[in-house]
């Protein structure tokens, strides 16, 4: 069973169930069940059941491909069974799609039945899954009536793992895949991961770091045999492996002293090293590639474009089916902070549009969701929509870089609803974001999204008990933008903390409100980058000032903010569609939350609200405290209600986050009132 396992089994605990009703209701529906074990290509399916039922109910199933006069499980893939066509309706076979499933409960006075039907293995084992945490967290079965279809093809998720164990930006221990450049011996955990990504849909991974360094090059060629053995574990899931590679492979291999995409010898090394990756993994789903940003090798050096780079490649992959996907996160990393014409935010449009209708077919354009580098408050990124003919996928980034490294309690699902929400007017009114990632707005190909992942081997997974729900929460909207925070919310409390009416009412609300209050008492009104240089957290005013990294808020003593409108600006508002320039273009229609990242404002600037400026900066710093210690109280009234570990744990990164908040507001509380003299108008401690 899971507990005796050594890492929590996160929202697939699978605990028995206690309550007889459900136990009696239950038990012989789960054991008869009709599959045909044989035309099943991912042996997961069965497993998963055998195990599951064993787990909650006691129950060995009996498997048989007849159907039984009695009460039954019926699975099988739409068209296997005769018998289906009775089940299921025409309607409902020709809705679900390739990776969708339905499960329909079926009662009779003589039986019950519940069929749970796809187009394919993958989808057969979503419904698996589906209802087996339906049962788990002791819901009804009858009348049970799902038909889902994931909205996007790519559900992505990427590792920044190094093959020495180290993770980038991982805040929760070391890699979970590598440790001294080879797998780590924990196959287990790696089933177990495989598990809980698929539970959610997550149908792709990327298994190593976008900074490709010397040793991660080469799982492409010397170490592949690491490449193939995770593509193995993956694939029992549904999951196809991807691996993030170096643009330099030929040169770094020592074969070859260059990497430009149009010379013949470096096609043909290519053309050899993917030719094997697919003997080897015939199903491999391709390439990452950072290419020409922060220091990383690109086409750029060999005077050829991002598409010439990016095609050079996704041709090769074509004929395997493989998918290339390029990321956009390329700006000038060695800026002069004097230069005020540069504008970092306004890079990936002006190099990527032009490329728009240039990239072959299976290439993607991957995009972070806002224009500079996930920083708890950005603006969209124009780009996104921004280019009909180009596939795009939506990069978010899961492991808390900026917002509080797992040791704040930051849930971001409210923040990326808003930019699903988001519209761009690509199209005119209602060309949101999640249209444009679901492939629906432009037409496009391949679509979706990709993330950064927050795992490491901490026991918790995540280094905070409740990160756990943010990659739970990233894989329901990758496979649904529609469903509110608020739902996916309460169902992963309840499949990780249990159905308790007081523990979900408190966990909702720190959970949903986490993301503003954290926003609260760090940089305010989108400026960002308020944060120590190098390692991202706590607080540092000046952090990126001075830097060469084009991050800047450009405070003096009288005004602060930048001014990028197009009438006296860096003119990044252009980049958006009509009715977004024009919102942002002005201080009168720009979103007060995003109001320093548009424009220079005066301390004494008044905002809606009738406060300052600076009175906003002050209050909301001293809330921002209150709210958390608020919260920690909270947390400390469910003492009892939940198991003694998790409730310590979670309790001591609260308390951490209280110090840490109250560091903050300090911080940047006294800068501002250092740097303008004006005191706050409720006479409170500022030093
Ligand atoms: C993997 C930021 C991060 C880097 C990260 C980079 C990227 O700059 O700080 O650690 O590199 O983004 O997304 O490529």
């Not at 072959?360 to 920083?375: A, H, R, S, T, Y």
């Not at 301390?603 to 406060?611: A, I, M, W």
């Not at 939940?642 to 951490?656: G, K, M, V, W």
Request: net charge negative; glycine share 8%.
């Amino acid at each position: 069973m899971n507990t005796a396992k050594s890492y929590d089994p996160c929202w697939l605990r699978f605990q028995p169930i206690k309550d007889k009703q459900i136990i009696d209701k239950y038990s012989s529906l789960c054991s008869k069940i009709v599959l045909d074990e044989n035309s099943l290509n991912l042996k997961a399916i069965s497993n998963e059941l055998n195990d599951g039922l064993k787990n909650l109910l006691s129950v060995t199933p009996d498997f048989t491909d007849t159907l039984p006069g009695s009460d039954a499980i019926i699975l099988g893939k739409i068209g296997q069974f005769s018998f289906m066509d009775d089940l299921l309706e025409s309607h409902e076979q020709e809705s679900i799609n390739t990776e969708g499933f339905i499960i329909k409960s079926i009662c009779s006075a003589a039986h019950k039945r519940l069929v749970i039907s796809a187009k394919s293995d993958k989808g057969l084992l979503y419904g698996v899954f589906r209802f087996l945490l339906h049962l788990s967290i002791e819901e009804n079965l009858e009348n049970l009536y799902i038909l889902e279809n994931p909205r996007s093809e790519l559900r992505m998720i990427n590792h920044w793992d190094n093959l020495d164990g180290s993770i980038e930006r991982g805040y929760a221990g070391k890699s979970i895949f590598y440790e001294n450049n080879n797998l780590v011996q924990n196959a287990e955990r790696l089933i177990d991961y495989a598990r809980l990504l698929a539970t959610v849909g997550i149908n792709s991974i990327v298994i190593n770091n976008v900074n490709v360094h010397s040793n991660e090059t080469e799982l492409i060629n010397q170490k592949i045999s690491i490449t193939k053995k995770l593509a193995e574990v993956f694939r029992e899931y549904g999951i196809r492996t991807f691996l993030s590679i170096n643009y330099a492979s030929p040169i770094q291999s020592g074969e070859l002293d260059s990497a430009d995409p149009c010379d013949l010898k470096v096609i043909k090394w290519w053309e050899s090293v993917i030719s094997n990756l697919y003997k080897e993994i015939p199903d491999f789903g391709g390439f990452l590639v950072k290419a020409d940003s922060e220091h990383r090798p690109g086409p750029l050096t060999y005077g050829r474009d991002h598409a010439q780079g990016a095609n050079m490649l996704a041709k090769i992959l074509k004929s395997y089916n493989g998918i290339l996907i390029w990321r956009c996160f390329v700006y000038n990393c060695k800026q002069d902070w004097r230069d005020v014409t540069t504008d970092r935010a306004k890079a990936a449009y002006e190099i990527y549009k032009q490329f728009d209708g240039a990239f072959l077919d299976n290439v993607i354009l991957q995009i972070k969701n806002g224009p500079m580098d996930f920083q708890v408050r950005e603006p969209v990124s124009p780009l996104l929509g921004a280019m009909p003919h180009t596939s795009q996928i939506l990069e978010l980034q899961i492991t808390q870089e900026y917002t509080g490294q797992q040791i704040h309690l930051c849930y971001l699902i409210p923040q990326w609803k808003e930019i699903l929400d988001f519209d761009t007017y690509a199209k005119g009114r209602g060309s949101t974001i999640k249209k444009v990632v679901g492939g629906l707005l432009h037409g496009t190909k391949l679509n979706g999204f990709a993330a950064v992942v927050n795992v490491g081997n901490d026991f918790n997974w995540t280094g905070h008990y409740l990160a756990q729900a943010n990659l739970y929460g990233y894989g329901k909207l990758a496979w649904n933008p529609d469903v509110s925070a608020e739902e996916i919310t309460k169902e992963w409390i309840r499949l990780t903390f249990g159905k308790d009416v007081e523990i979900e009412s408190v966990l909702l609300k720190m959970l949903l409100d986490s993301w503003l209050v954290y926003e609260s008492y760090t940089s305010p009104l989108g400026l960002g980058w308020m944060v120590t240089l190098g390692s991202h957290y706590g607080p540092s005013v000046d952090g990126y000032e001075y830097s060469p990294w084009g991050t800047y808020h450009r405070a003096d003593n009288k005004m602060i903010g930048i001014d990028r409108t197009s009438s006296g600006g860096t003119g990044f508002t252009k980049q958006y569609f009509k009715e977004n320039e024009n919102a942002y273009e002005y201080q009168t229609s720009c979103p007060e939350e995003l109001i320093l990242f548009f424009h220079r404002l005066s301390y004494t600037h008044k905002l809606k609200s009738g406060k300052t400026l600076i009175q906003h900066i002050y209050d909301t710093h001293f809330e921002g405290v209150q709210k958390v210690k608020d919260m920690k109280a909270k947390w400390e009234s469910l003492k009892g209600k939940i198991d003694e570990h998790r409730f310590e744990h979670i309790l001591a990164r609260l308390t951490a986050q209280e110090e840490h908040a109250k560091e903050w507001c300090d911080v940047i509380n006294s800068y501002f009132y250092r740097k303008t003299g004006i005191s706050d108008v409720n006479g409170r401690n500022i030093y």
